[in-house]
C-alpha cells in the first residue's frame, strides 16, 4: 500500500512529440506528488509538483495530470527535446508519525528524445 | 545559497575499510536524507536525520552502516568494512520542514574493489 509504481520503464520519443509517463498508488493518504528529473551523473532536481485538490498543473512544457479517483497521475512533456533526456521519478510524500512527511518514490523512467 | 554539498564526489575503497561520506544541507534546512542508487535503478531510502537525531533509519543495512547529522557540521554515512556490494552512489538530501520537496546533491559514487 506504501508503493508507487511507475511506468513505462524506458521511453523513447521523437523530438517534439509528446512524452508520456505514468504512476499509480494505492494509499489514499498521500497528498503531495513531486516529479524528479535526473540527469547522468547528477542528483535529482524537483520538476514539478501537484496537491490532489487539482487535476492539472502546467509548467512551461511540463504537465502533471491527477485522476484522484483512478488513484494515478501522470507527467506529459509537450514538444519534447533532446535536452530532456533523462530519468524522471514520480514519488508521493506522507505525513509520518511525528509530523514530518517522508517521500515514497516510483523506480524511474529513462527517457530518450531522439532528434 | 548554495546547494547541499556532498564530499567526496568519488571514493574508492578496497574490501574491509572504511567509508565516510558527508553532506551539508542547505543553508537553513535541518532535515536530511540519505538515499541509495544502483547503475540504472532508482533511488532507495536509507535514513531521515534532523539535527542530532535519526527519525527514521529503516532502509538502512543494520549492520556495517551508521549515520550522524551533529549539532555542528556535515551529516555523515558511514559504511564500516566495505563489501563490493556497497558500491553505488550515495545522495543526500535536505529540506527545510517536510519531506515533501527535497533539494539533492550531486552524489557520492563509492566503488569497492
Known amino acids: 500500500q506504501q508503493q508507487v509504481k511507475q511506468s513505462p520503464q524506458s521511453l523513447i520519443v521523437q523530438k517534439g512529440g509528446i512524452s508520456i509517463i505514468n504512476c499509480a498508488y494505492e494509499n489514499t493518504a498521500f497528498d503531495y506528488f513531486p516529479w524528479y528529473q535526473q540527469f547522468p551523473g547528477k542528483g535529482p532536481a524537483l520538476l514539478i509538483a501537484?496537491?490532489?485538490d487539482v487535476s492539472e498543473k502546467k509548467e512551461g512544457r511540463f504537465t502533471i495530470s491527477f485522476n484522484k479517483s483512478a488513484k494515478q497521475f501522470s507527467l506529459h512533456i509537450m514538444d519534447s527535446q533532446p535536452g530532456d533526456s533523462a530519468t524522471y521519478f514520480c514519488?508521493?510524500?506522507?505525513?509520518?508519525?511525528?509530523?514530518?512527511?517522508?517521500?515514497?518514490w516510483g523506480a524511474g523512467t529513462k527517457l530518450i528524445i531522439k532528434p | 545559497n548554495a546547494g547541499v554539498m556532498q564530499n567526496p564526489r568519488h571514493l574508492v575503497r578496497r574490501r574491509g575499510q572504511e567509508a565516510r561520506l558527508r553532506c551539508s544541507p542547505m543553508k537553513g534546512h535541518s532535515h536530511v536524507y540519505w538515499y541509495r542508487q544502483l547503475p540504472e535503478e532508482g533511488l532507495k531510502f536509507m535514513v531521515y536525520?534532523?539535527?542530532?537525531?535519526?527519525?527514521?533509519e529503516s532502509g538502512m543495512p543494520k549492520e556495517r552502516f551508521s549515520a550522524e547529522f551533529p549539532k555542528e557540521g556535515p551529516s555523515i554515512l558511514r559504511i564500516q568494512q566495505v563489501v563490493r556490494g556497497d558500491s553505488a552512489a550515495y545522495f543526500c538530501a535536505s529540506s527545510p520542514n517536510y519531506g515533501g520537496e527535497l533539494f539533492f546533491g550531486e552524489g557520492s559514487r563509492l566503488t569497492v574493489l
Open positions: 501537484i496537491r490532489p
Open positions: 514519488a508521493a510524500s506522507i505525513k509520518g508519525g511525528d509530523s514530518n512527511y517522508q517521500l515514497i
Open positions: 536525520l534532523q539535527k542530532e537525531n535519526i527519525i527514521d
